[in-house]
């Protein structure tokens, strides 16, 4: 294990695609959710313990060996949104393309045949933190800071928020960052007895009904 792997997995530089997209946040800005940093802090804080946590316990099964093609549809069956499942694959081709370029191995091979369209990003990212040596623990993690630092780097752009205090929102959450990720971790590890059921499946209507909006609109800063 190299735990610097995490370092280059985590980075939002990695060219995996994620610059592209806010979480969320595009459309939460347009409504008035967002319009300063406390309200951004809110809004990350929720998407953390709901979406966060449930692509956090994904990434880590996968990196702790089970099944990917069972875990991608356990992902469809917690993403209800059509606009976000497509988001989910198609951030998880580019995954894939990043992945297989840096860290080869059979089994990201393996999935990529099988989900030639693109399995769920958070699969992905797991199987990948596995082909570099991580941990499940390590994959929850930069799946979970990546579900809010996404939306943090948006609203930089989209309120022209000044990026000292959206750095500081992400370091108020690290102590529920850190409770999501083992809660994620310890839901990912009860697999081999409960089956994909263990995974968590907290919802956030709201987020998936602002998806499916944003993806109609003509104009936008981000792809969602």
């Known amino acids: 294990m190299s735990r610097a792997a995490l370092l280059v997995l985590a980075d939002g530089r990695f060219p995996a695609g994620g610059h592209a997209h806010s979480g969320g946040a595009e459309p939460a800005v347009a409504a008035g959710r967002i319009k300063d940093a406390a309200t951004l802090e809110t809004f990350c804080r929720g998407r953390l313990h709901t979406v966060g946590l449930v692509a956090a316990a994904l990434a880590a099964a996968a990196a702790a060996g089970h099944d990917p093609l069972l875990l991608d549809d356990a992902a469809d069956a917690r993403t209800?949104?059509?606009?976000?499942?497509?988001?989910?694959?198609r951030l998880g081709r580019q995954m894939m393309r990043a992945a297989r370029a840096t860290w080869p191995s059979e089994a990201l091979d393996a999935l990529a045949a099988a989900r030639p369209r693109g399995a769920h990003q958070p699969v992905v990212l797991g199987l990948a933190?596995?082909?570099?040596?991580?941990?499940?623990?390590?994959?929850?993690?930069?799946?979970?800071?990546?579900?809010?630092?996404?939306?943090?780097?948006?609203a930089v752009r989209l309120l022209s928020l000044d990026p000292f205090d959206a750095t500081a929102v992400l370091a108020r959450l690290t102590a529920e960052l850190d409770q999501v990720v083992h809660?994620?971790?310890?839901?990912?590890?009860?697999?081999g007895?409960?089956?994909?059921?263990?995974?968590?499946?907290?919802?956030?209507?709201?987020?998936?009904i602002t998806a499916q909006q944003h993806?109609?609109?003509?104009?936008?800063?981000?792809a969602s």
């Open 80 to 89: 209800p949104v059509p606009a976000l499942r497509q988001i989910a694959r």
């Open 183 to 191: 809660r994620a971790t310890e839901a990912a590890l009860r697999i």
């Open 193 to 208: 007895e409960e089956g994909t059921g263990a995974l968590p499946a907290a919802s956030a209507p709201l987020l998936d």
């Open 129 to 154: 933190a596995r082909s570099a040596g991580l941990p499940p623990l390590d994959a929850a993690y930069a799946v979970a800071y990546e579900n809010i630092s996404g939306p943090a780097t948006a």
């Open 215 to 222: 993806a109609a609109w003509p104009v936008r800063l981000f």
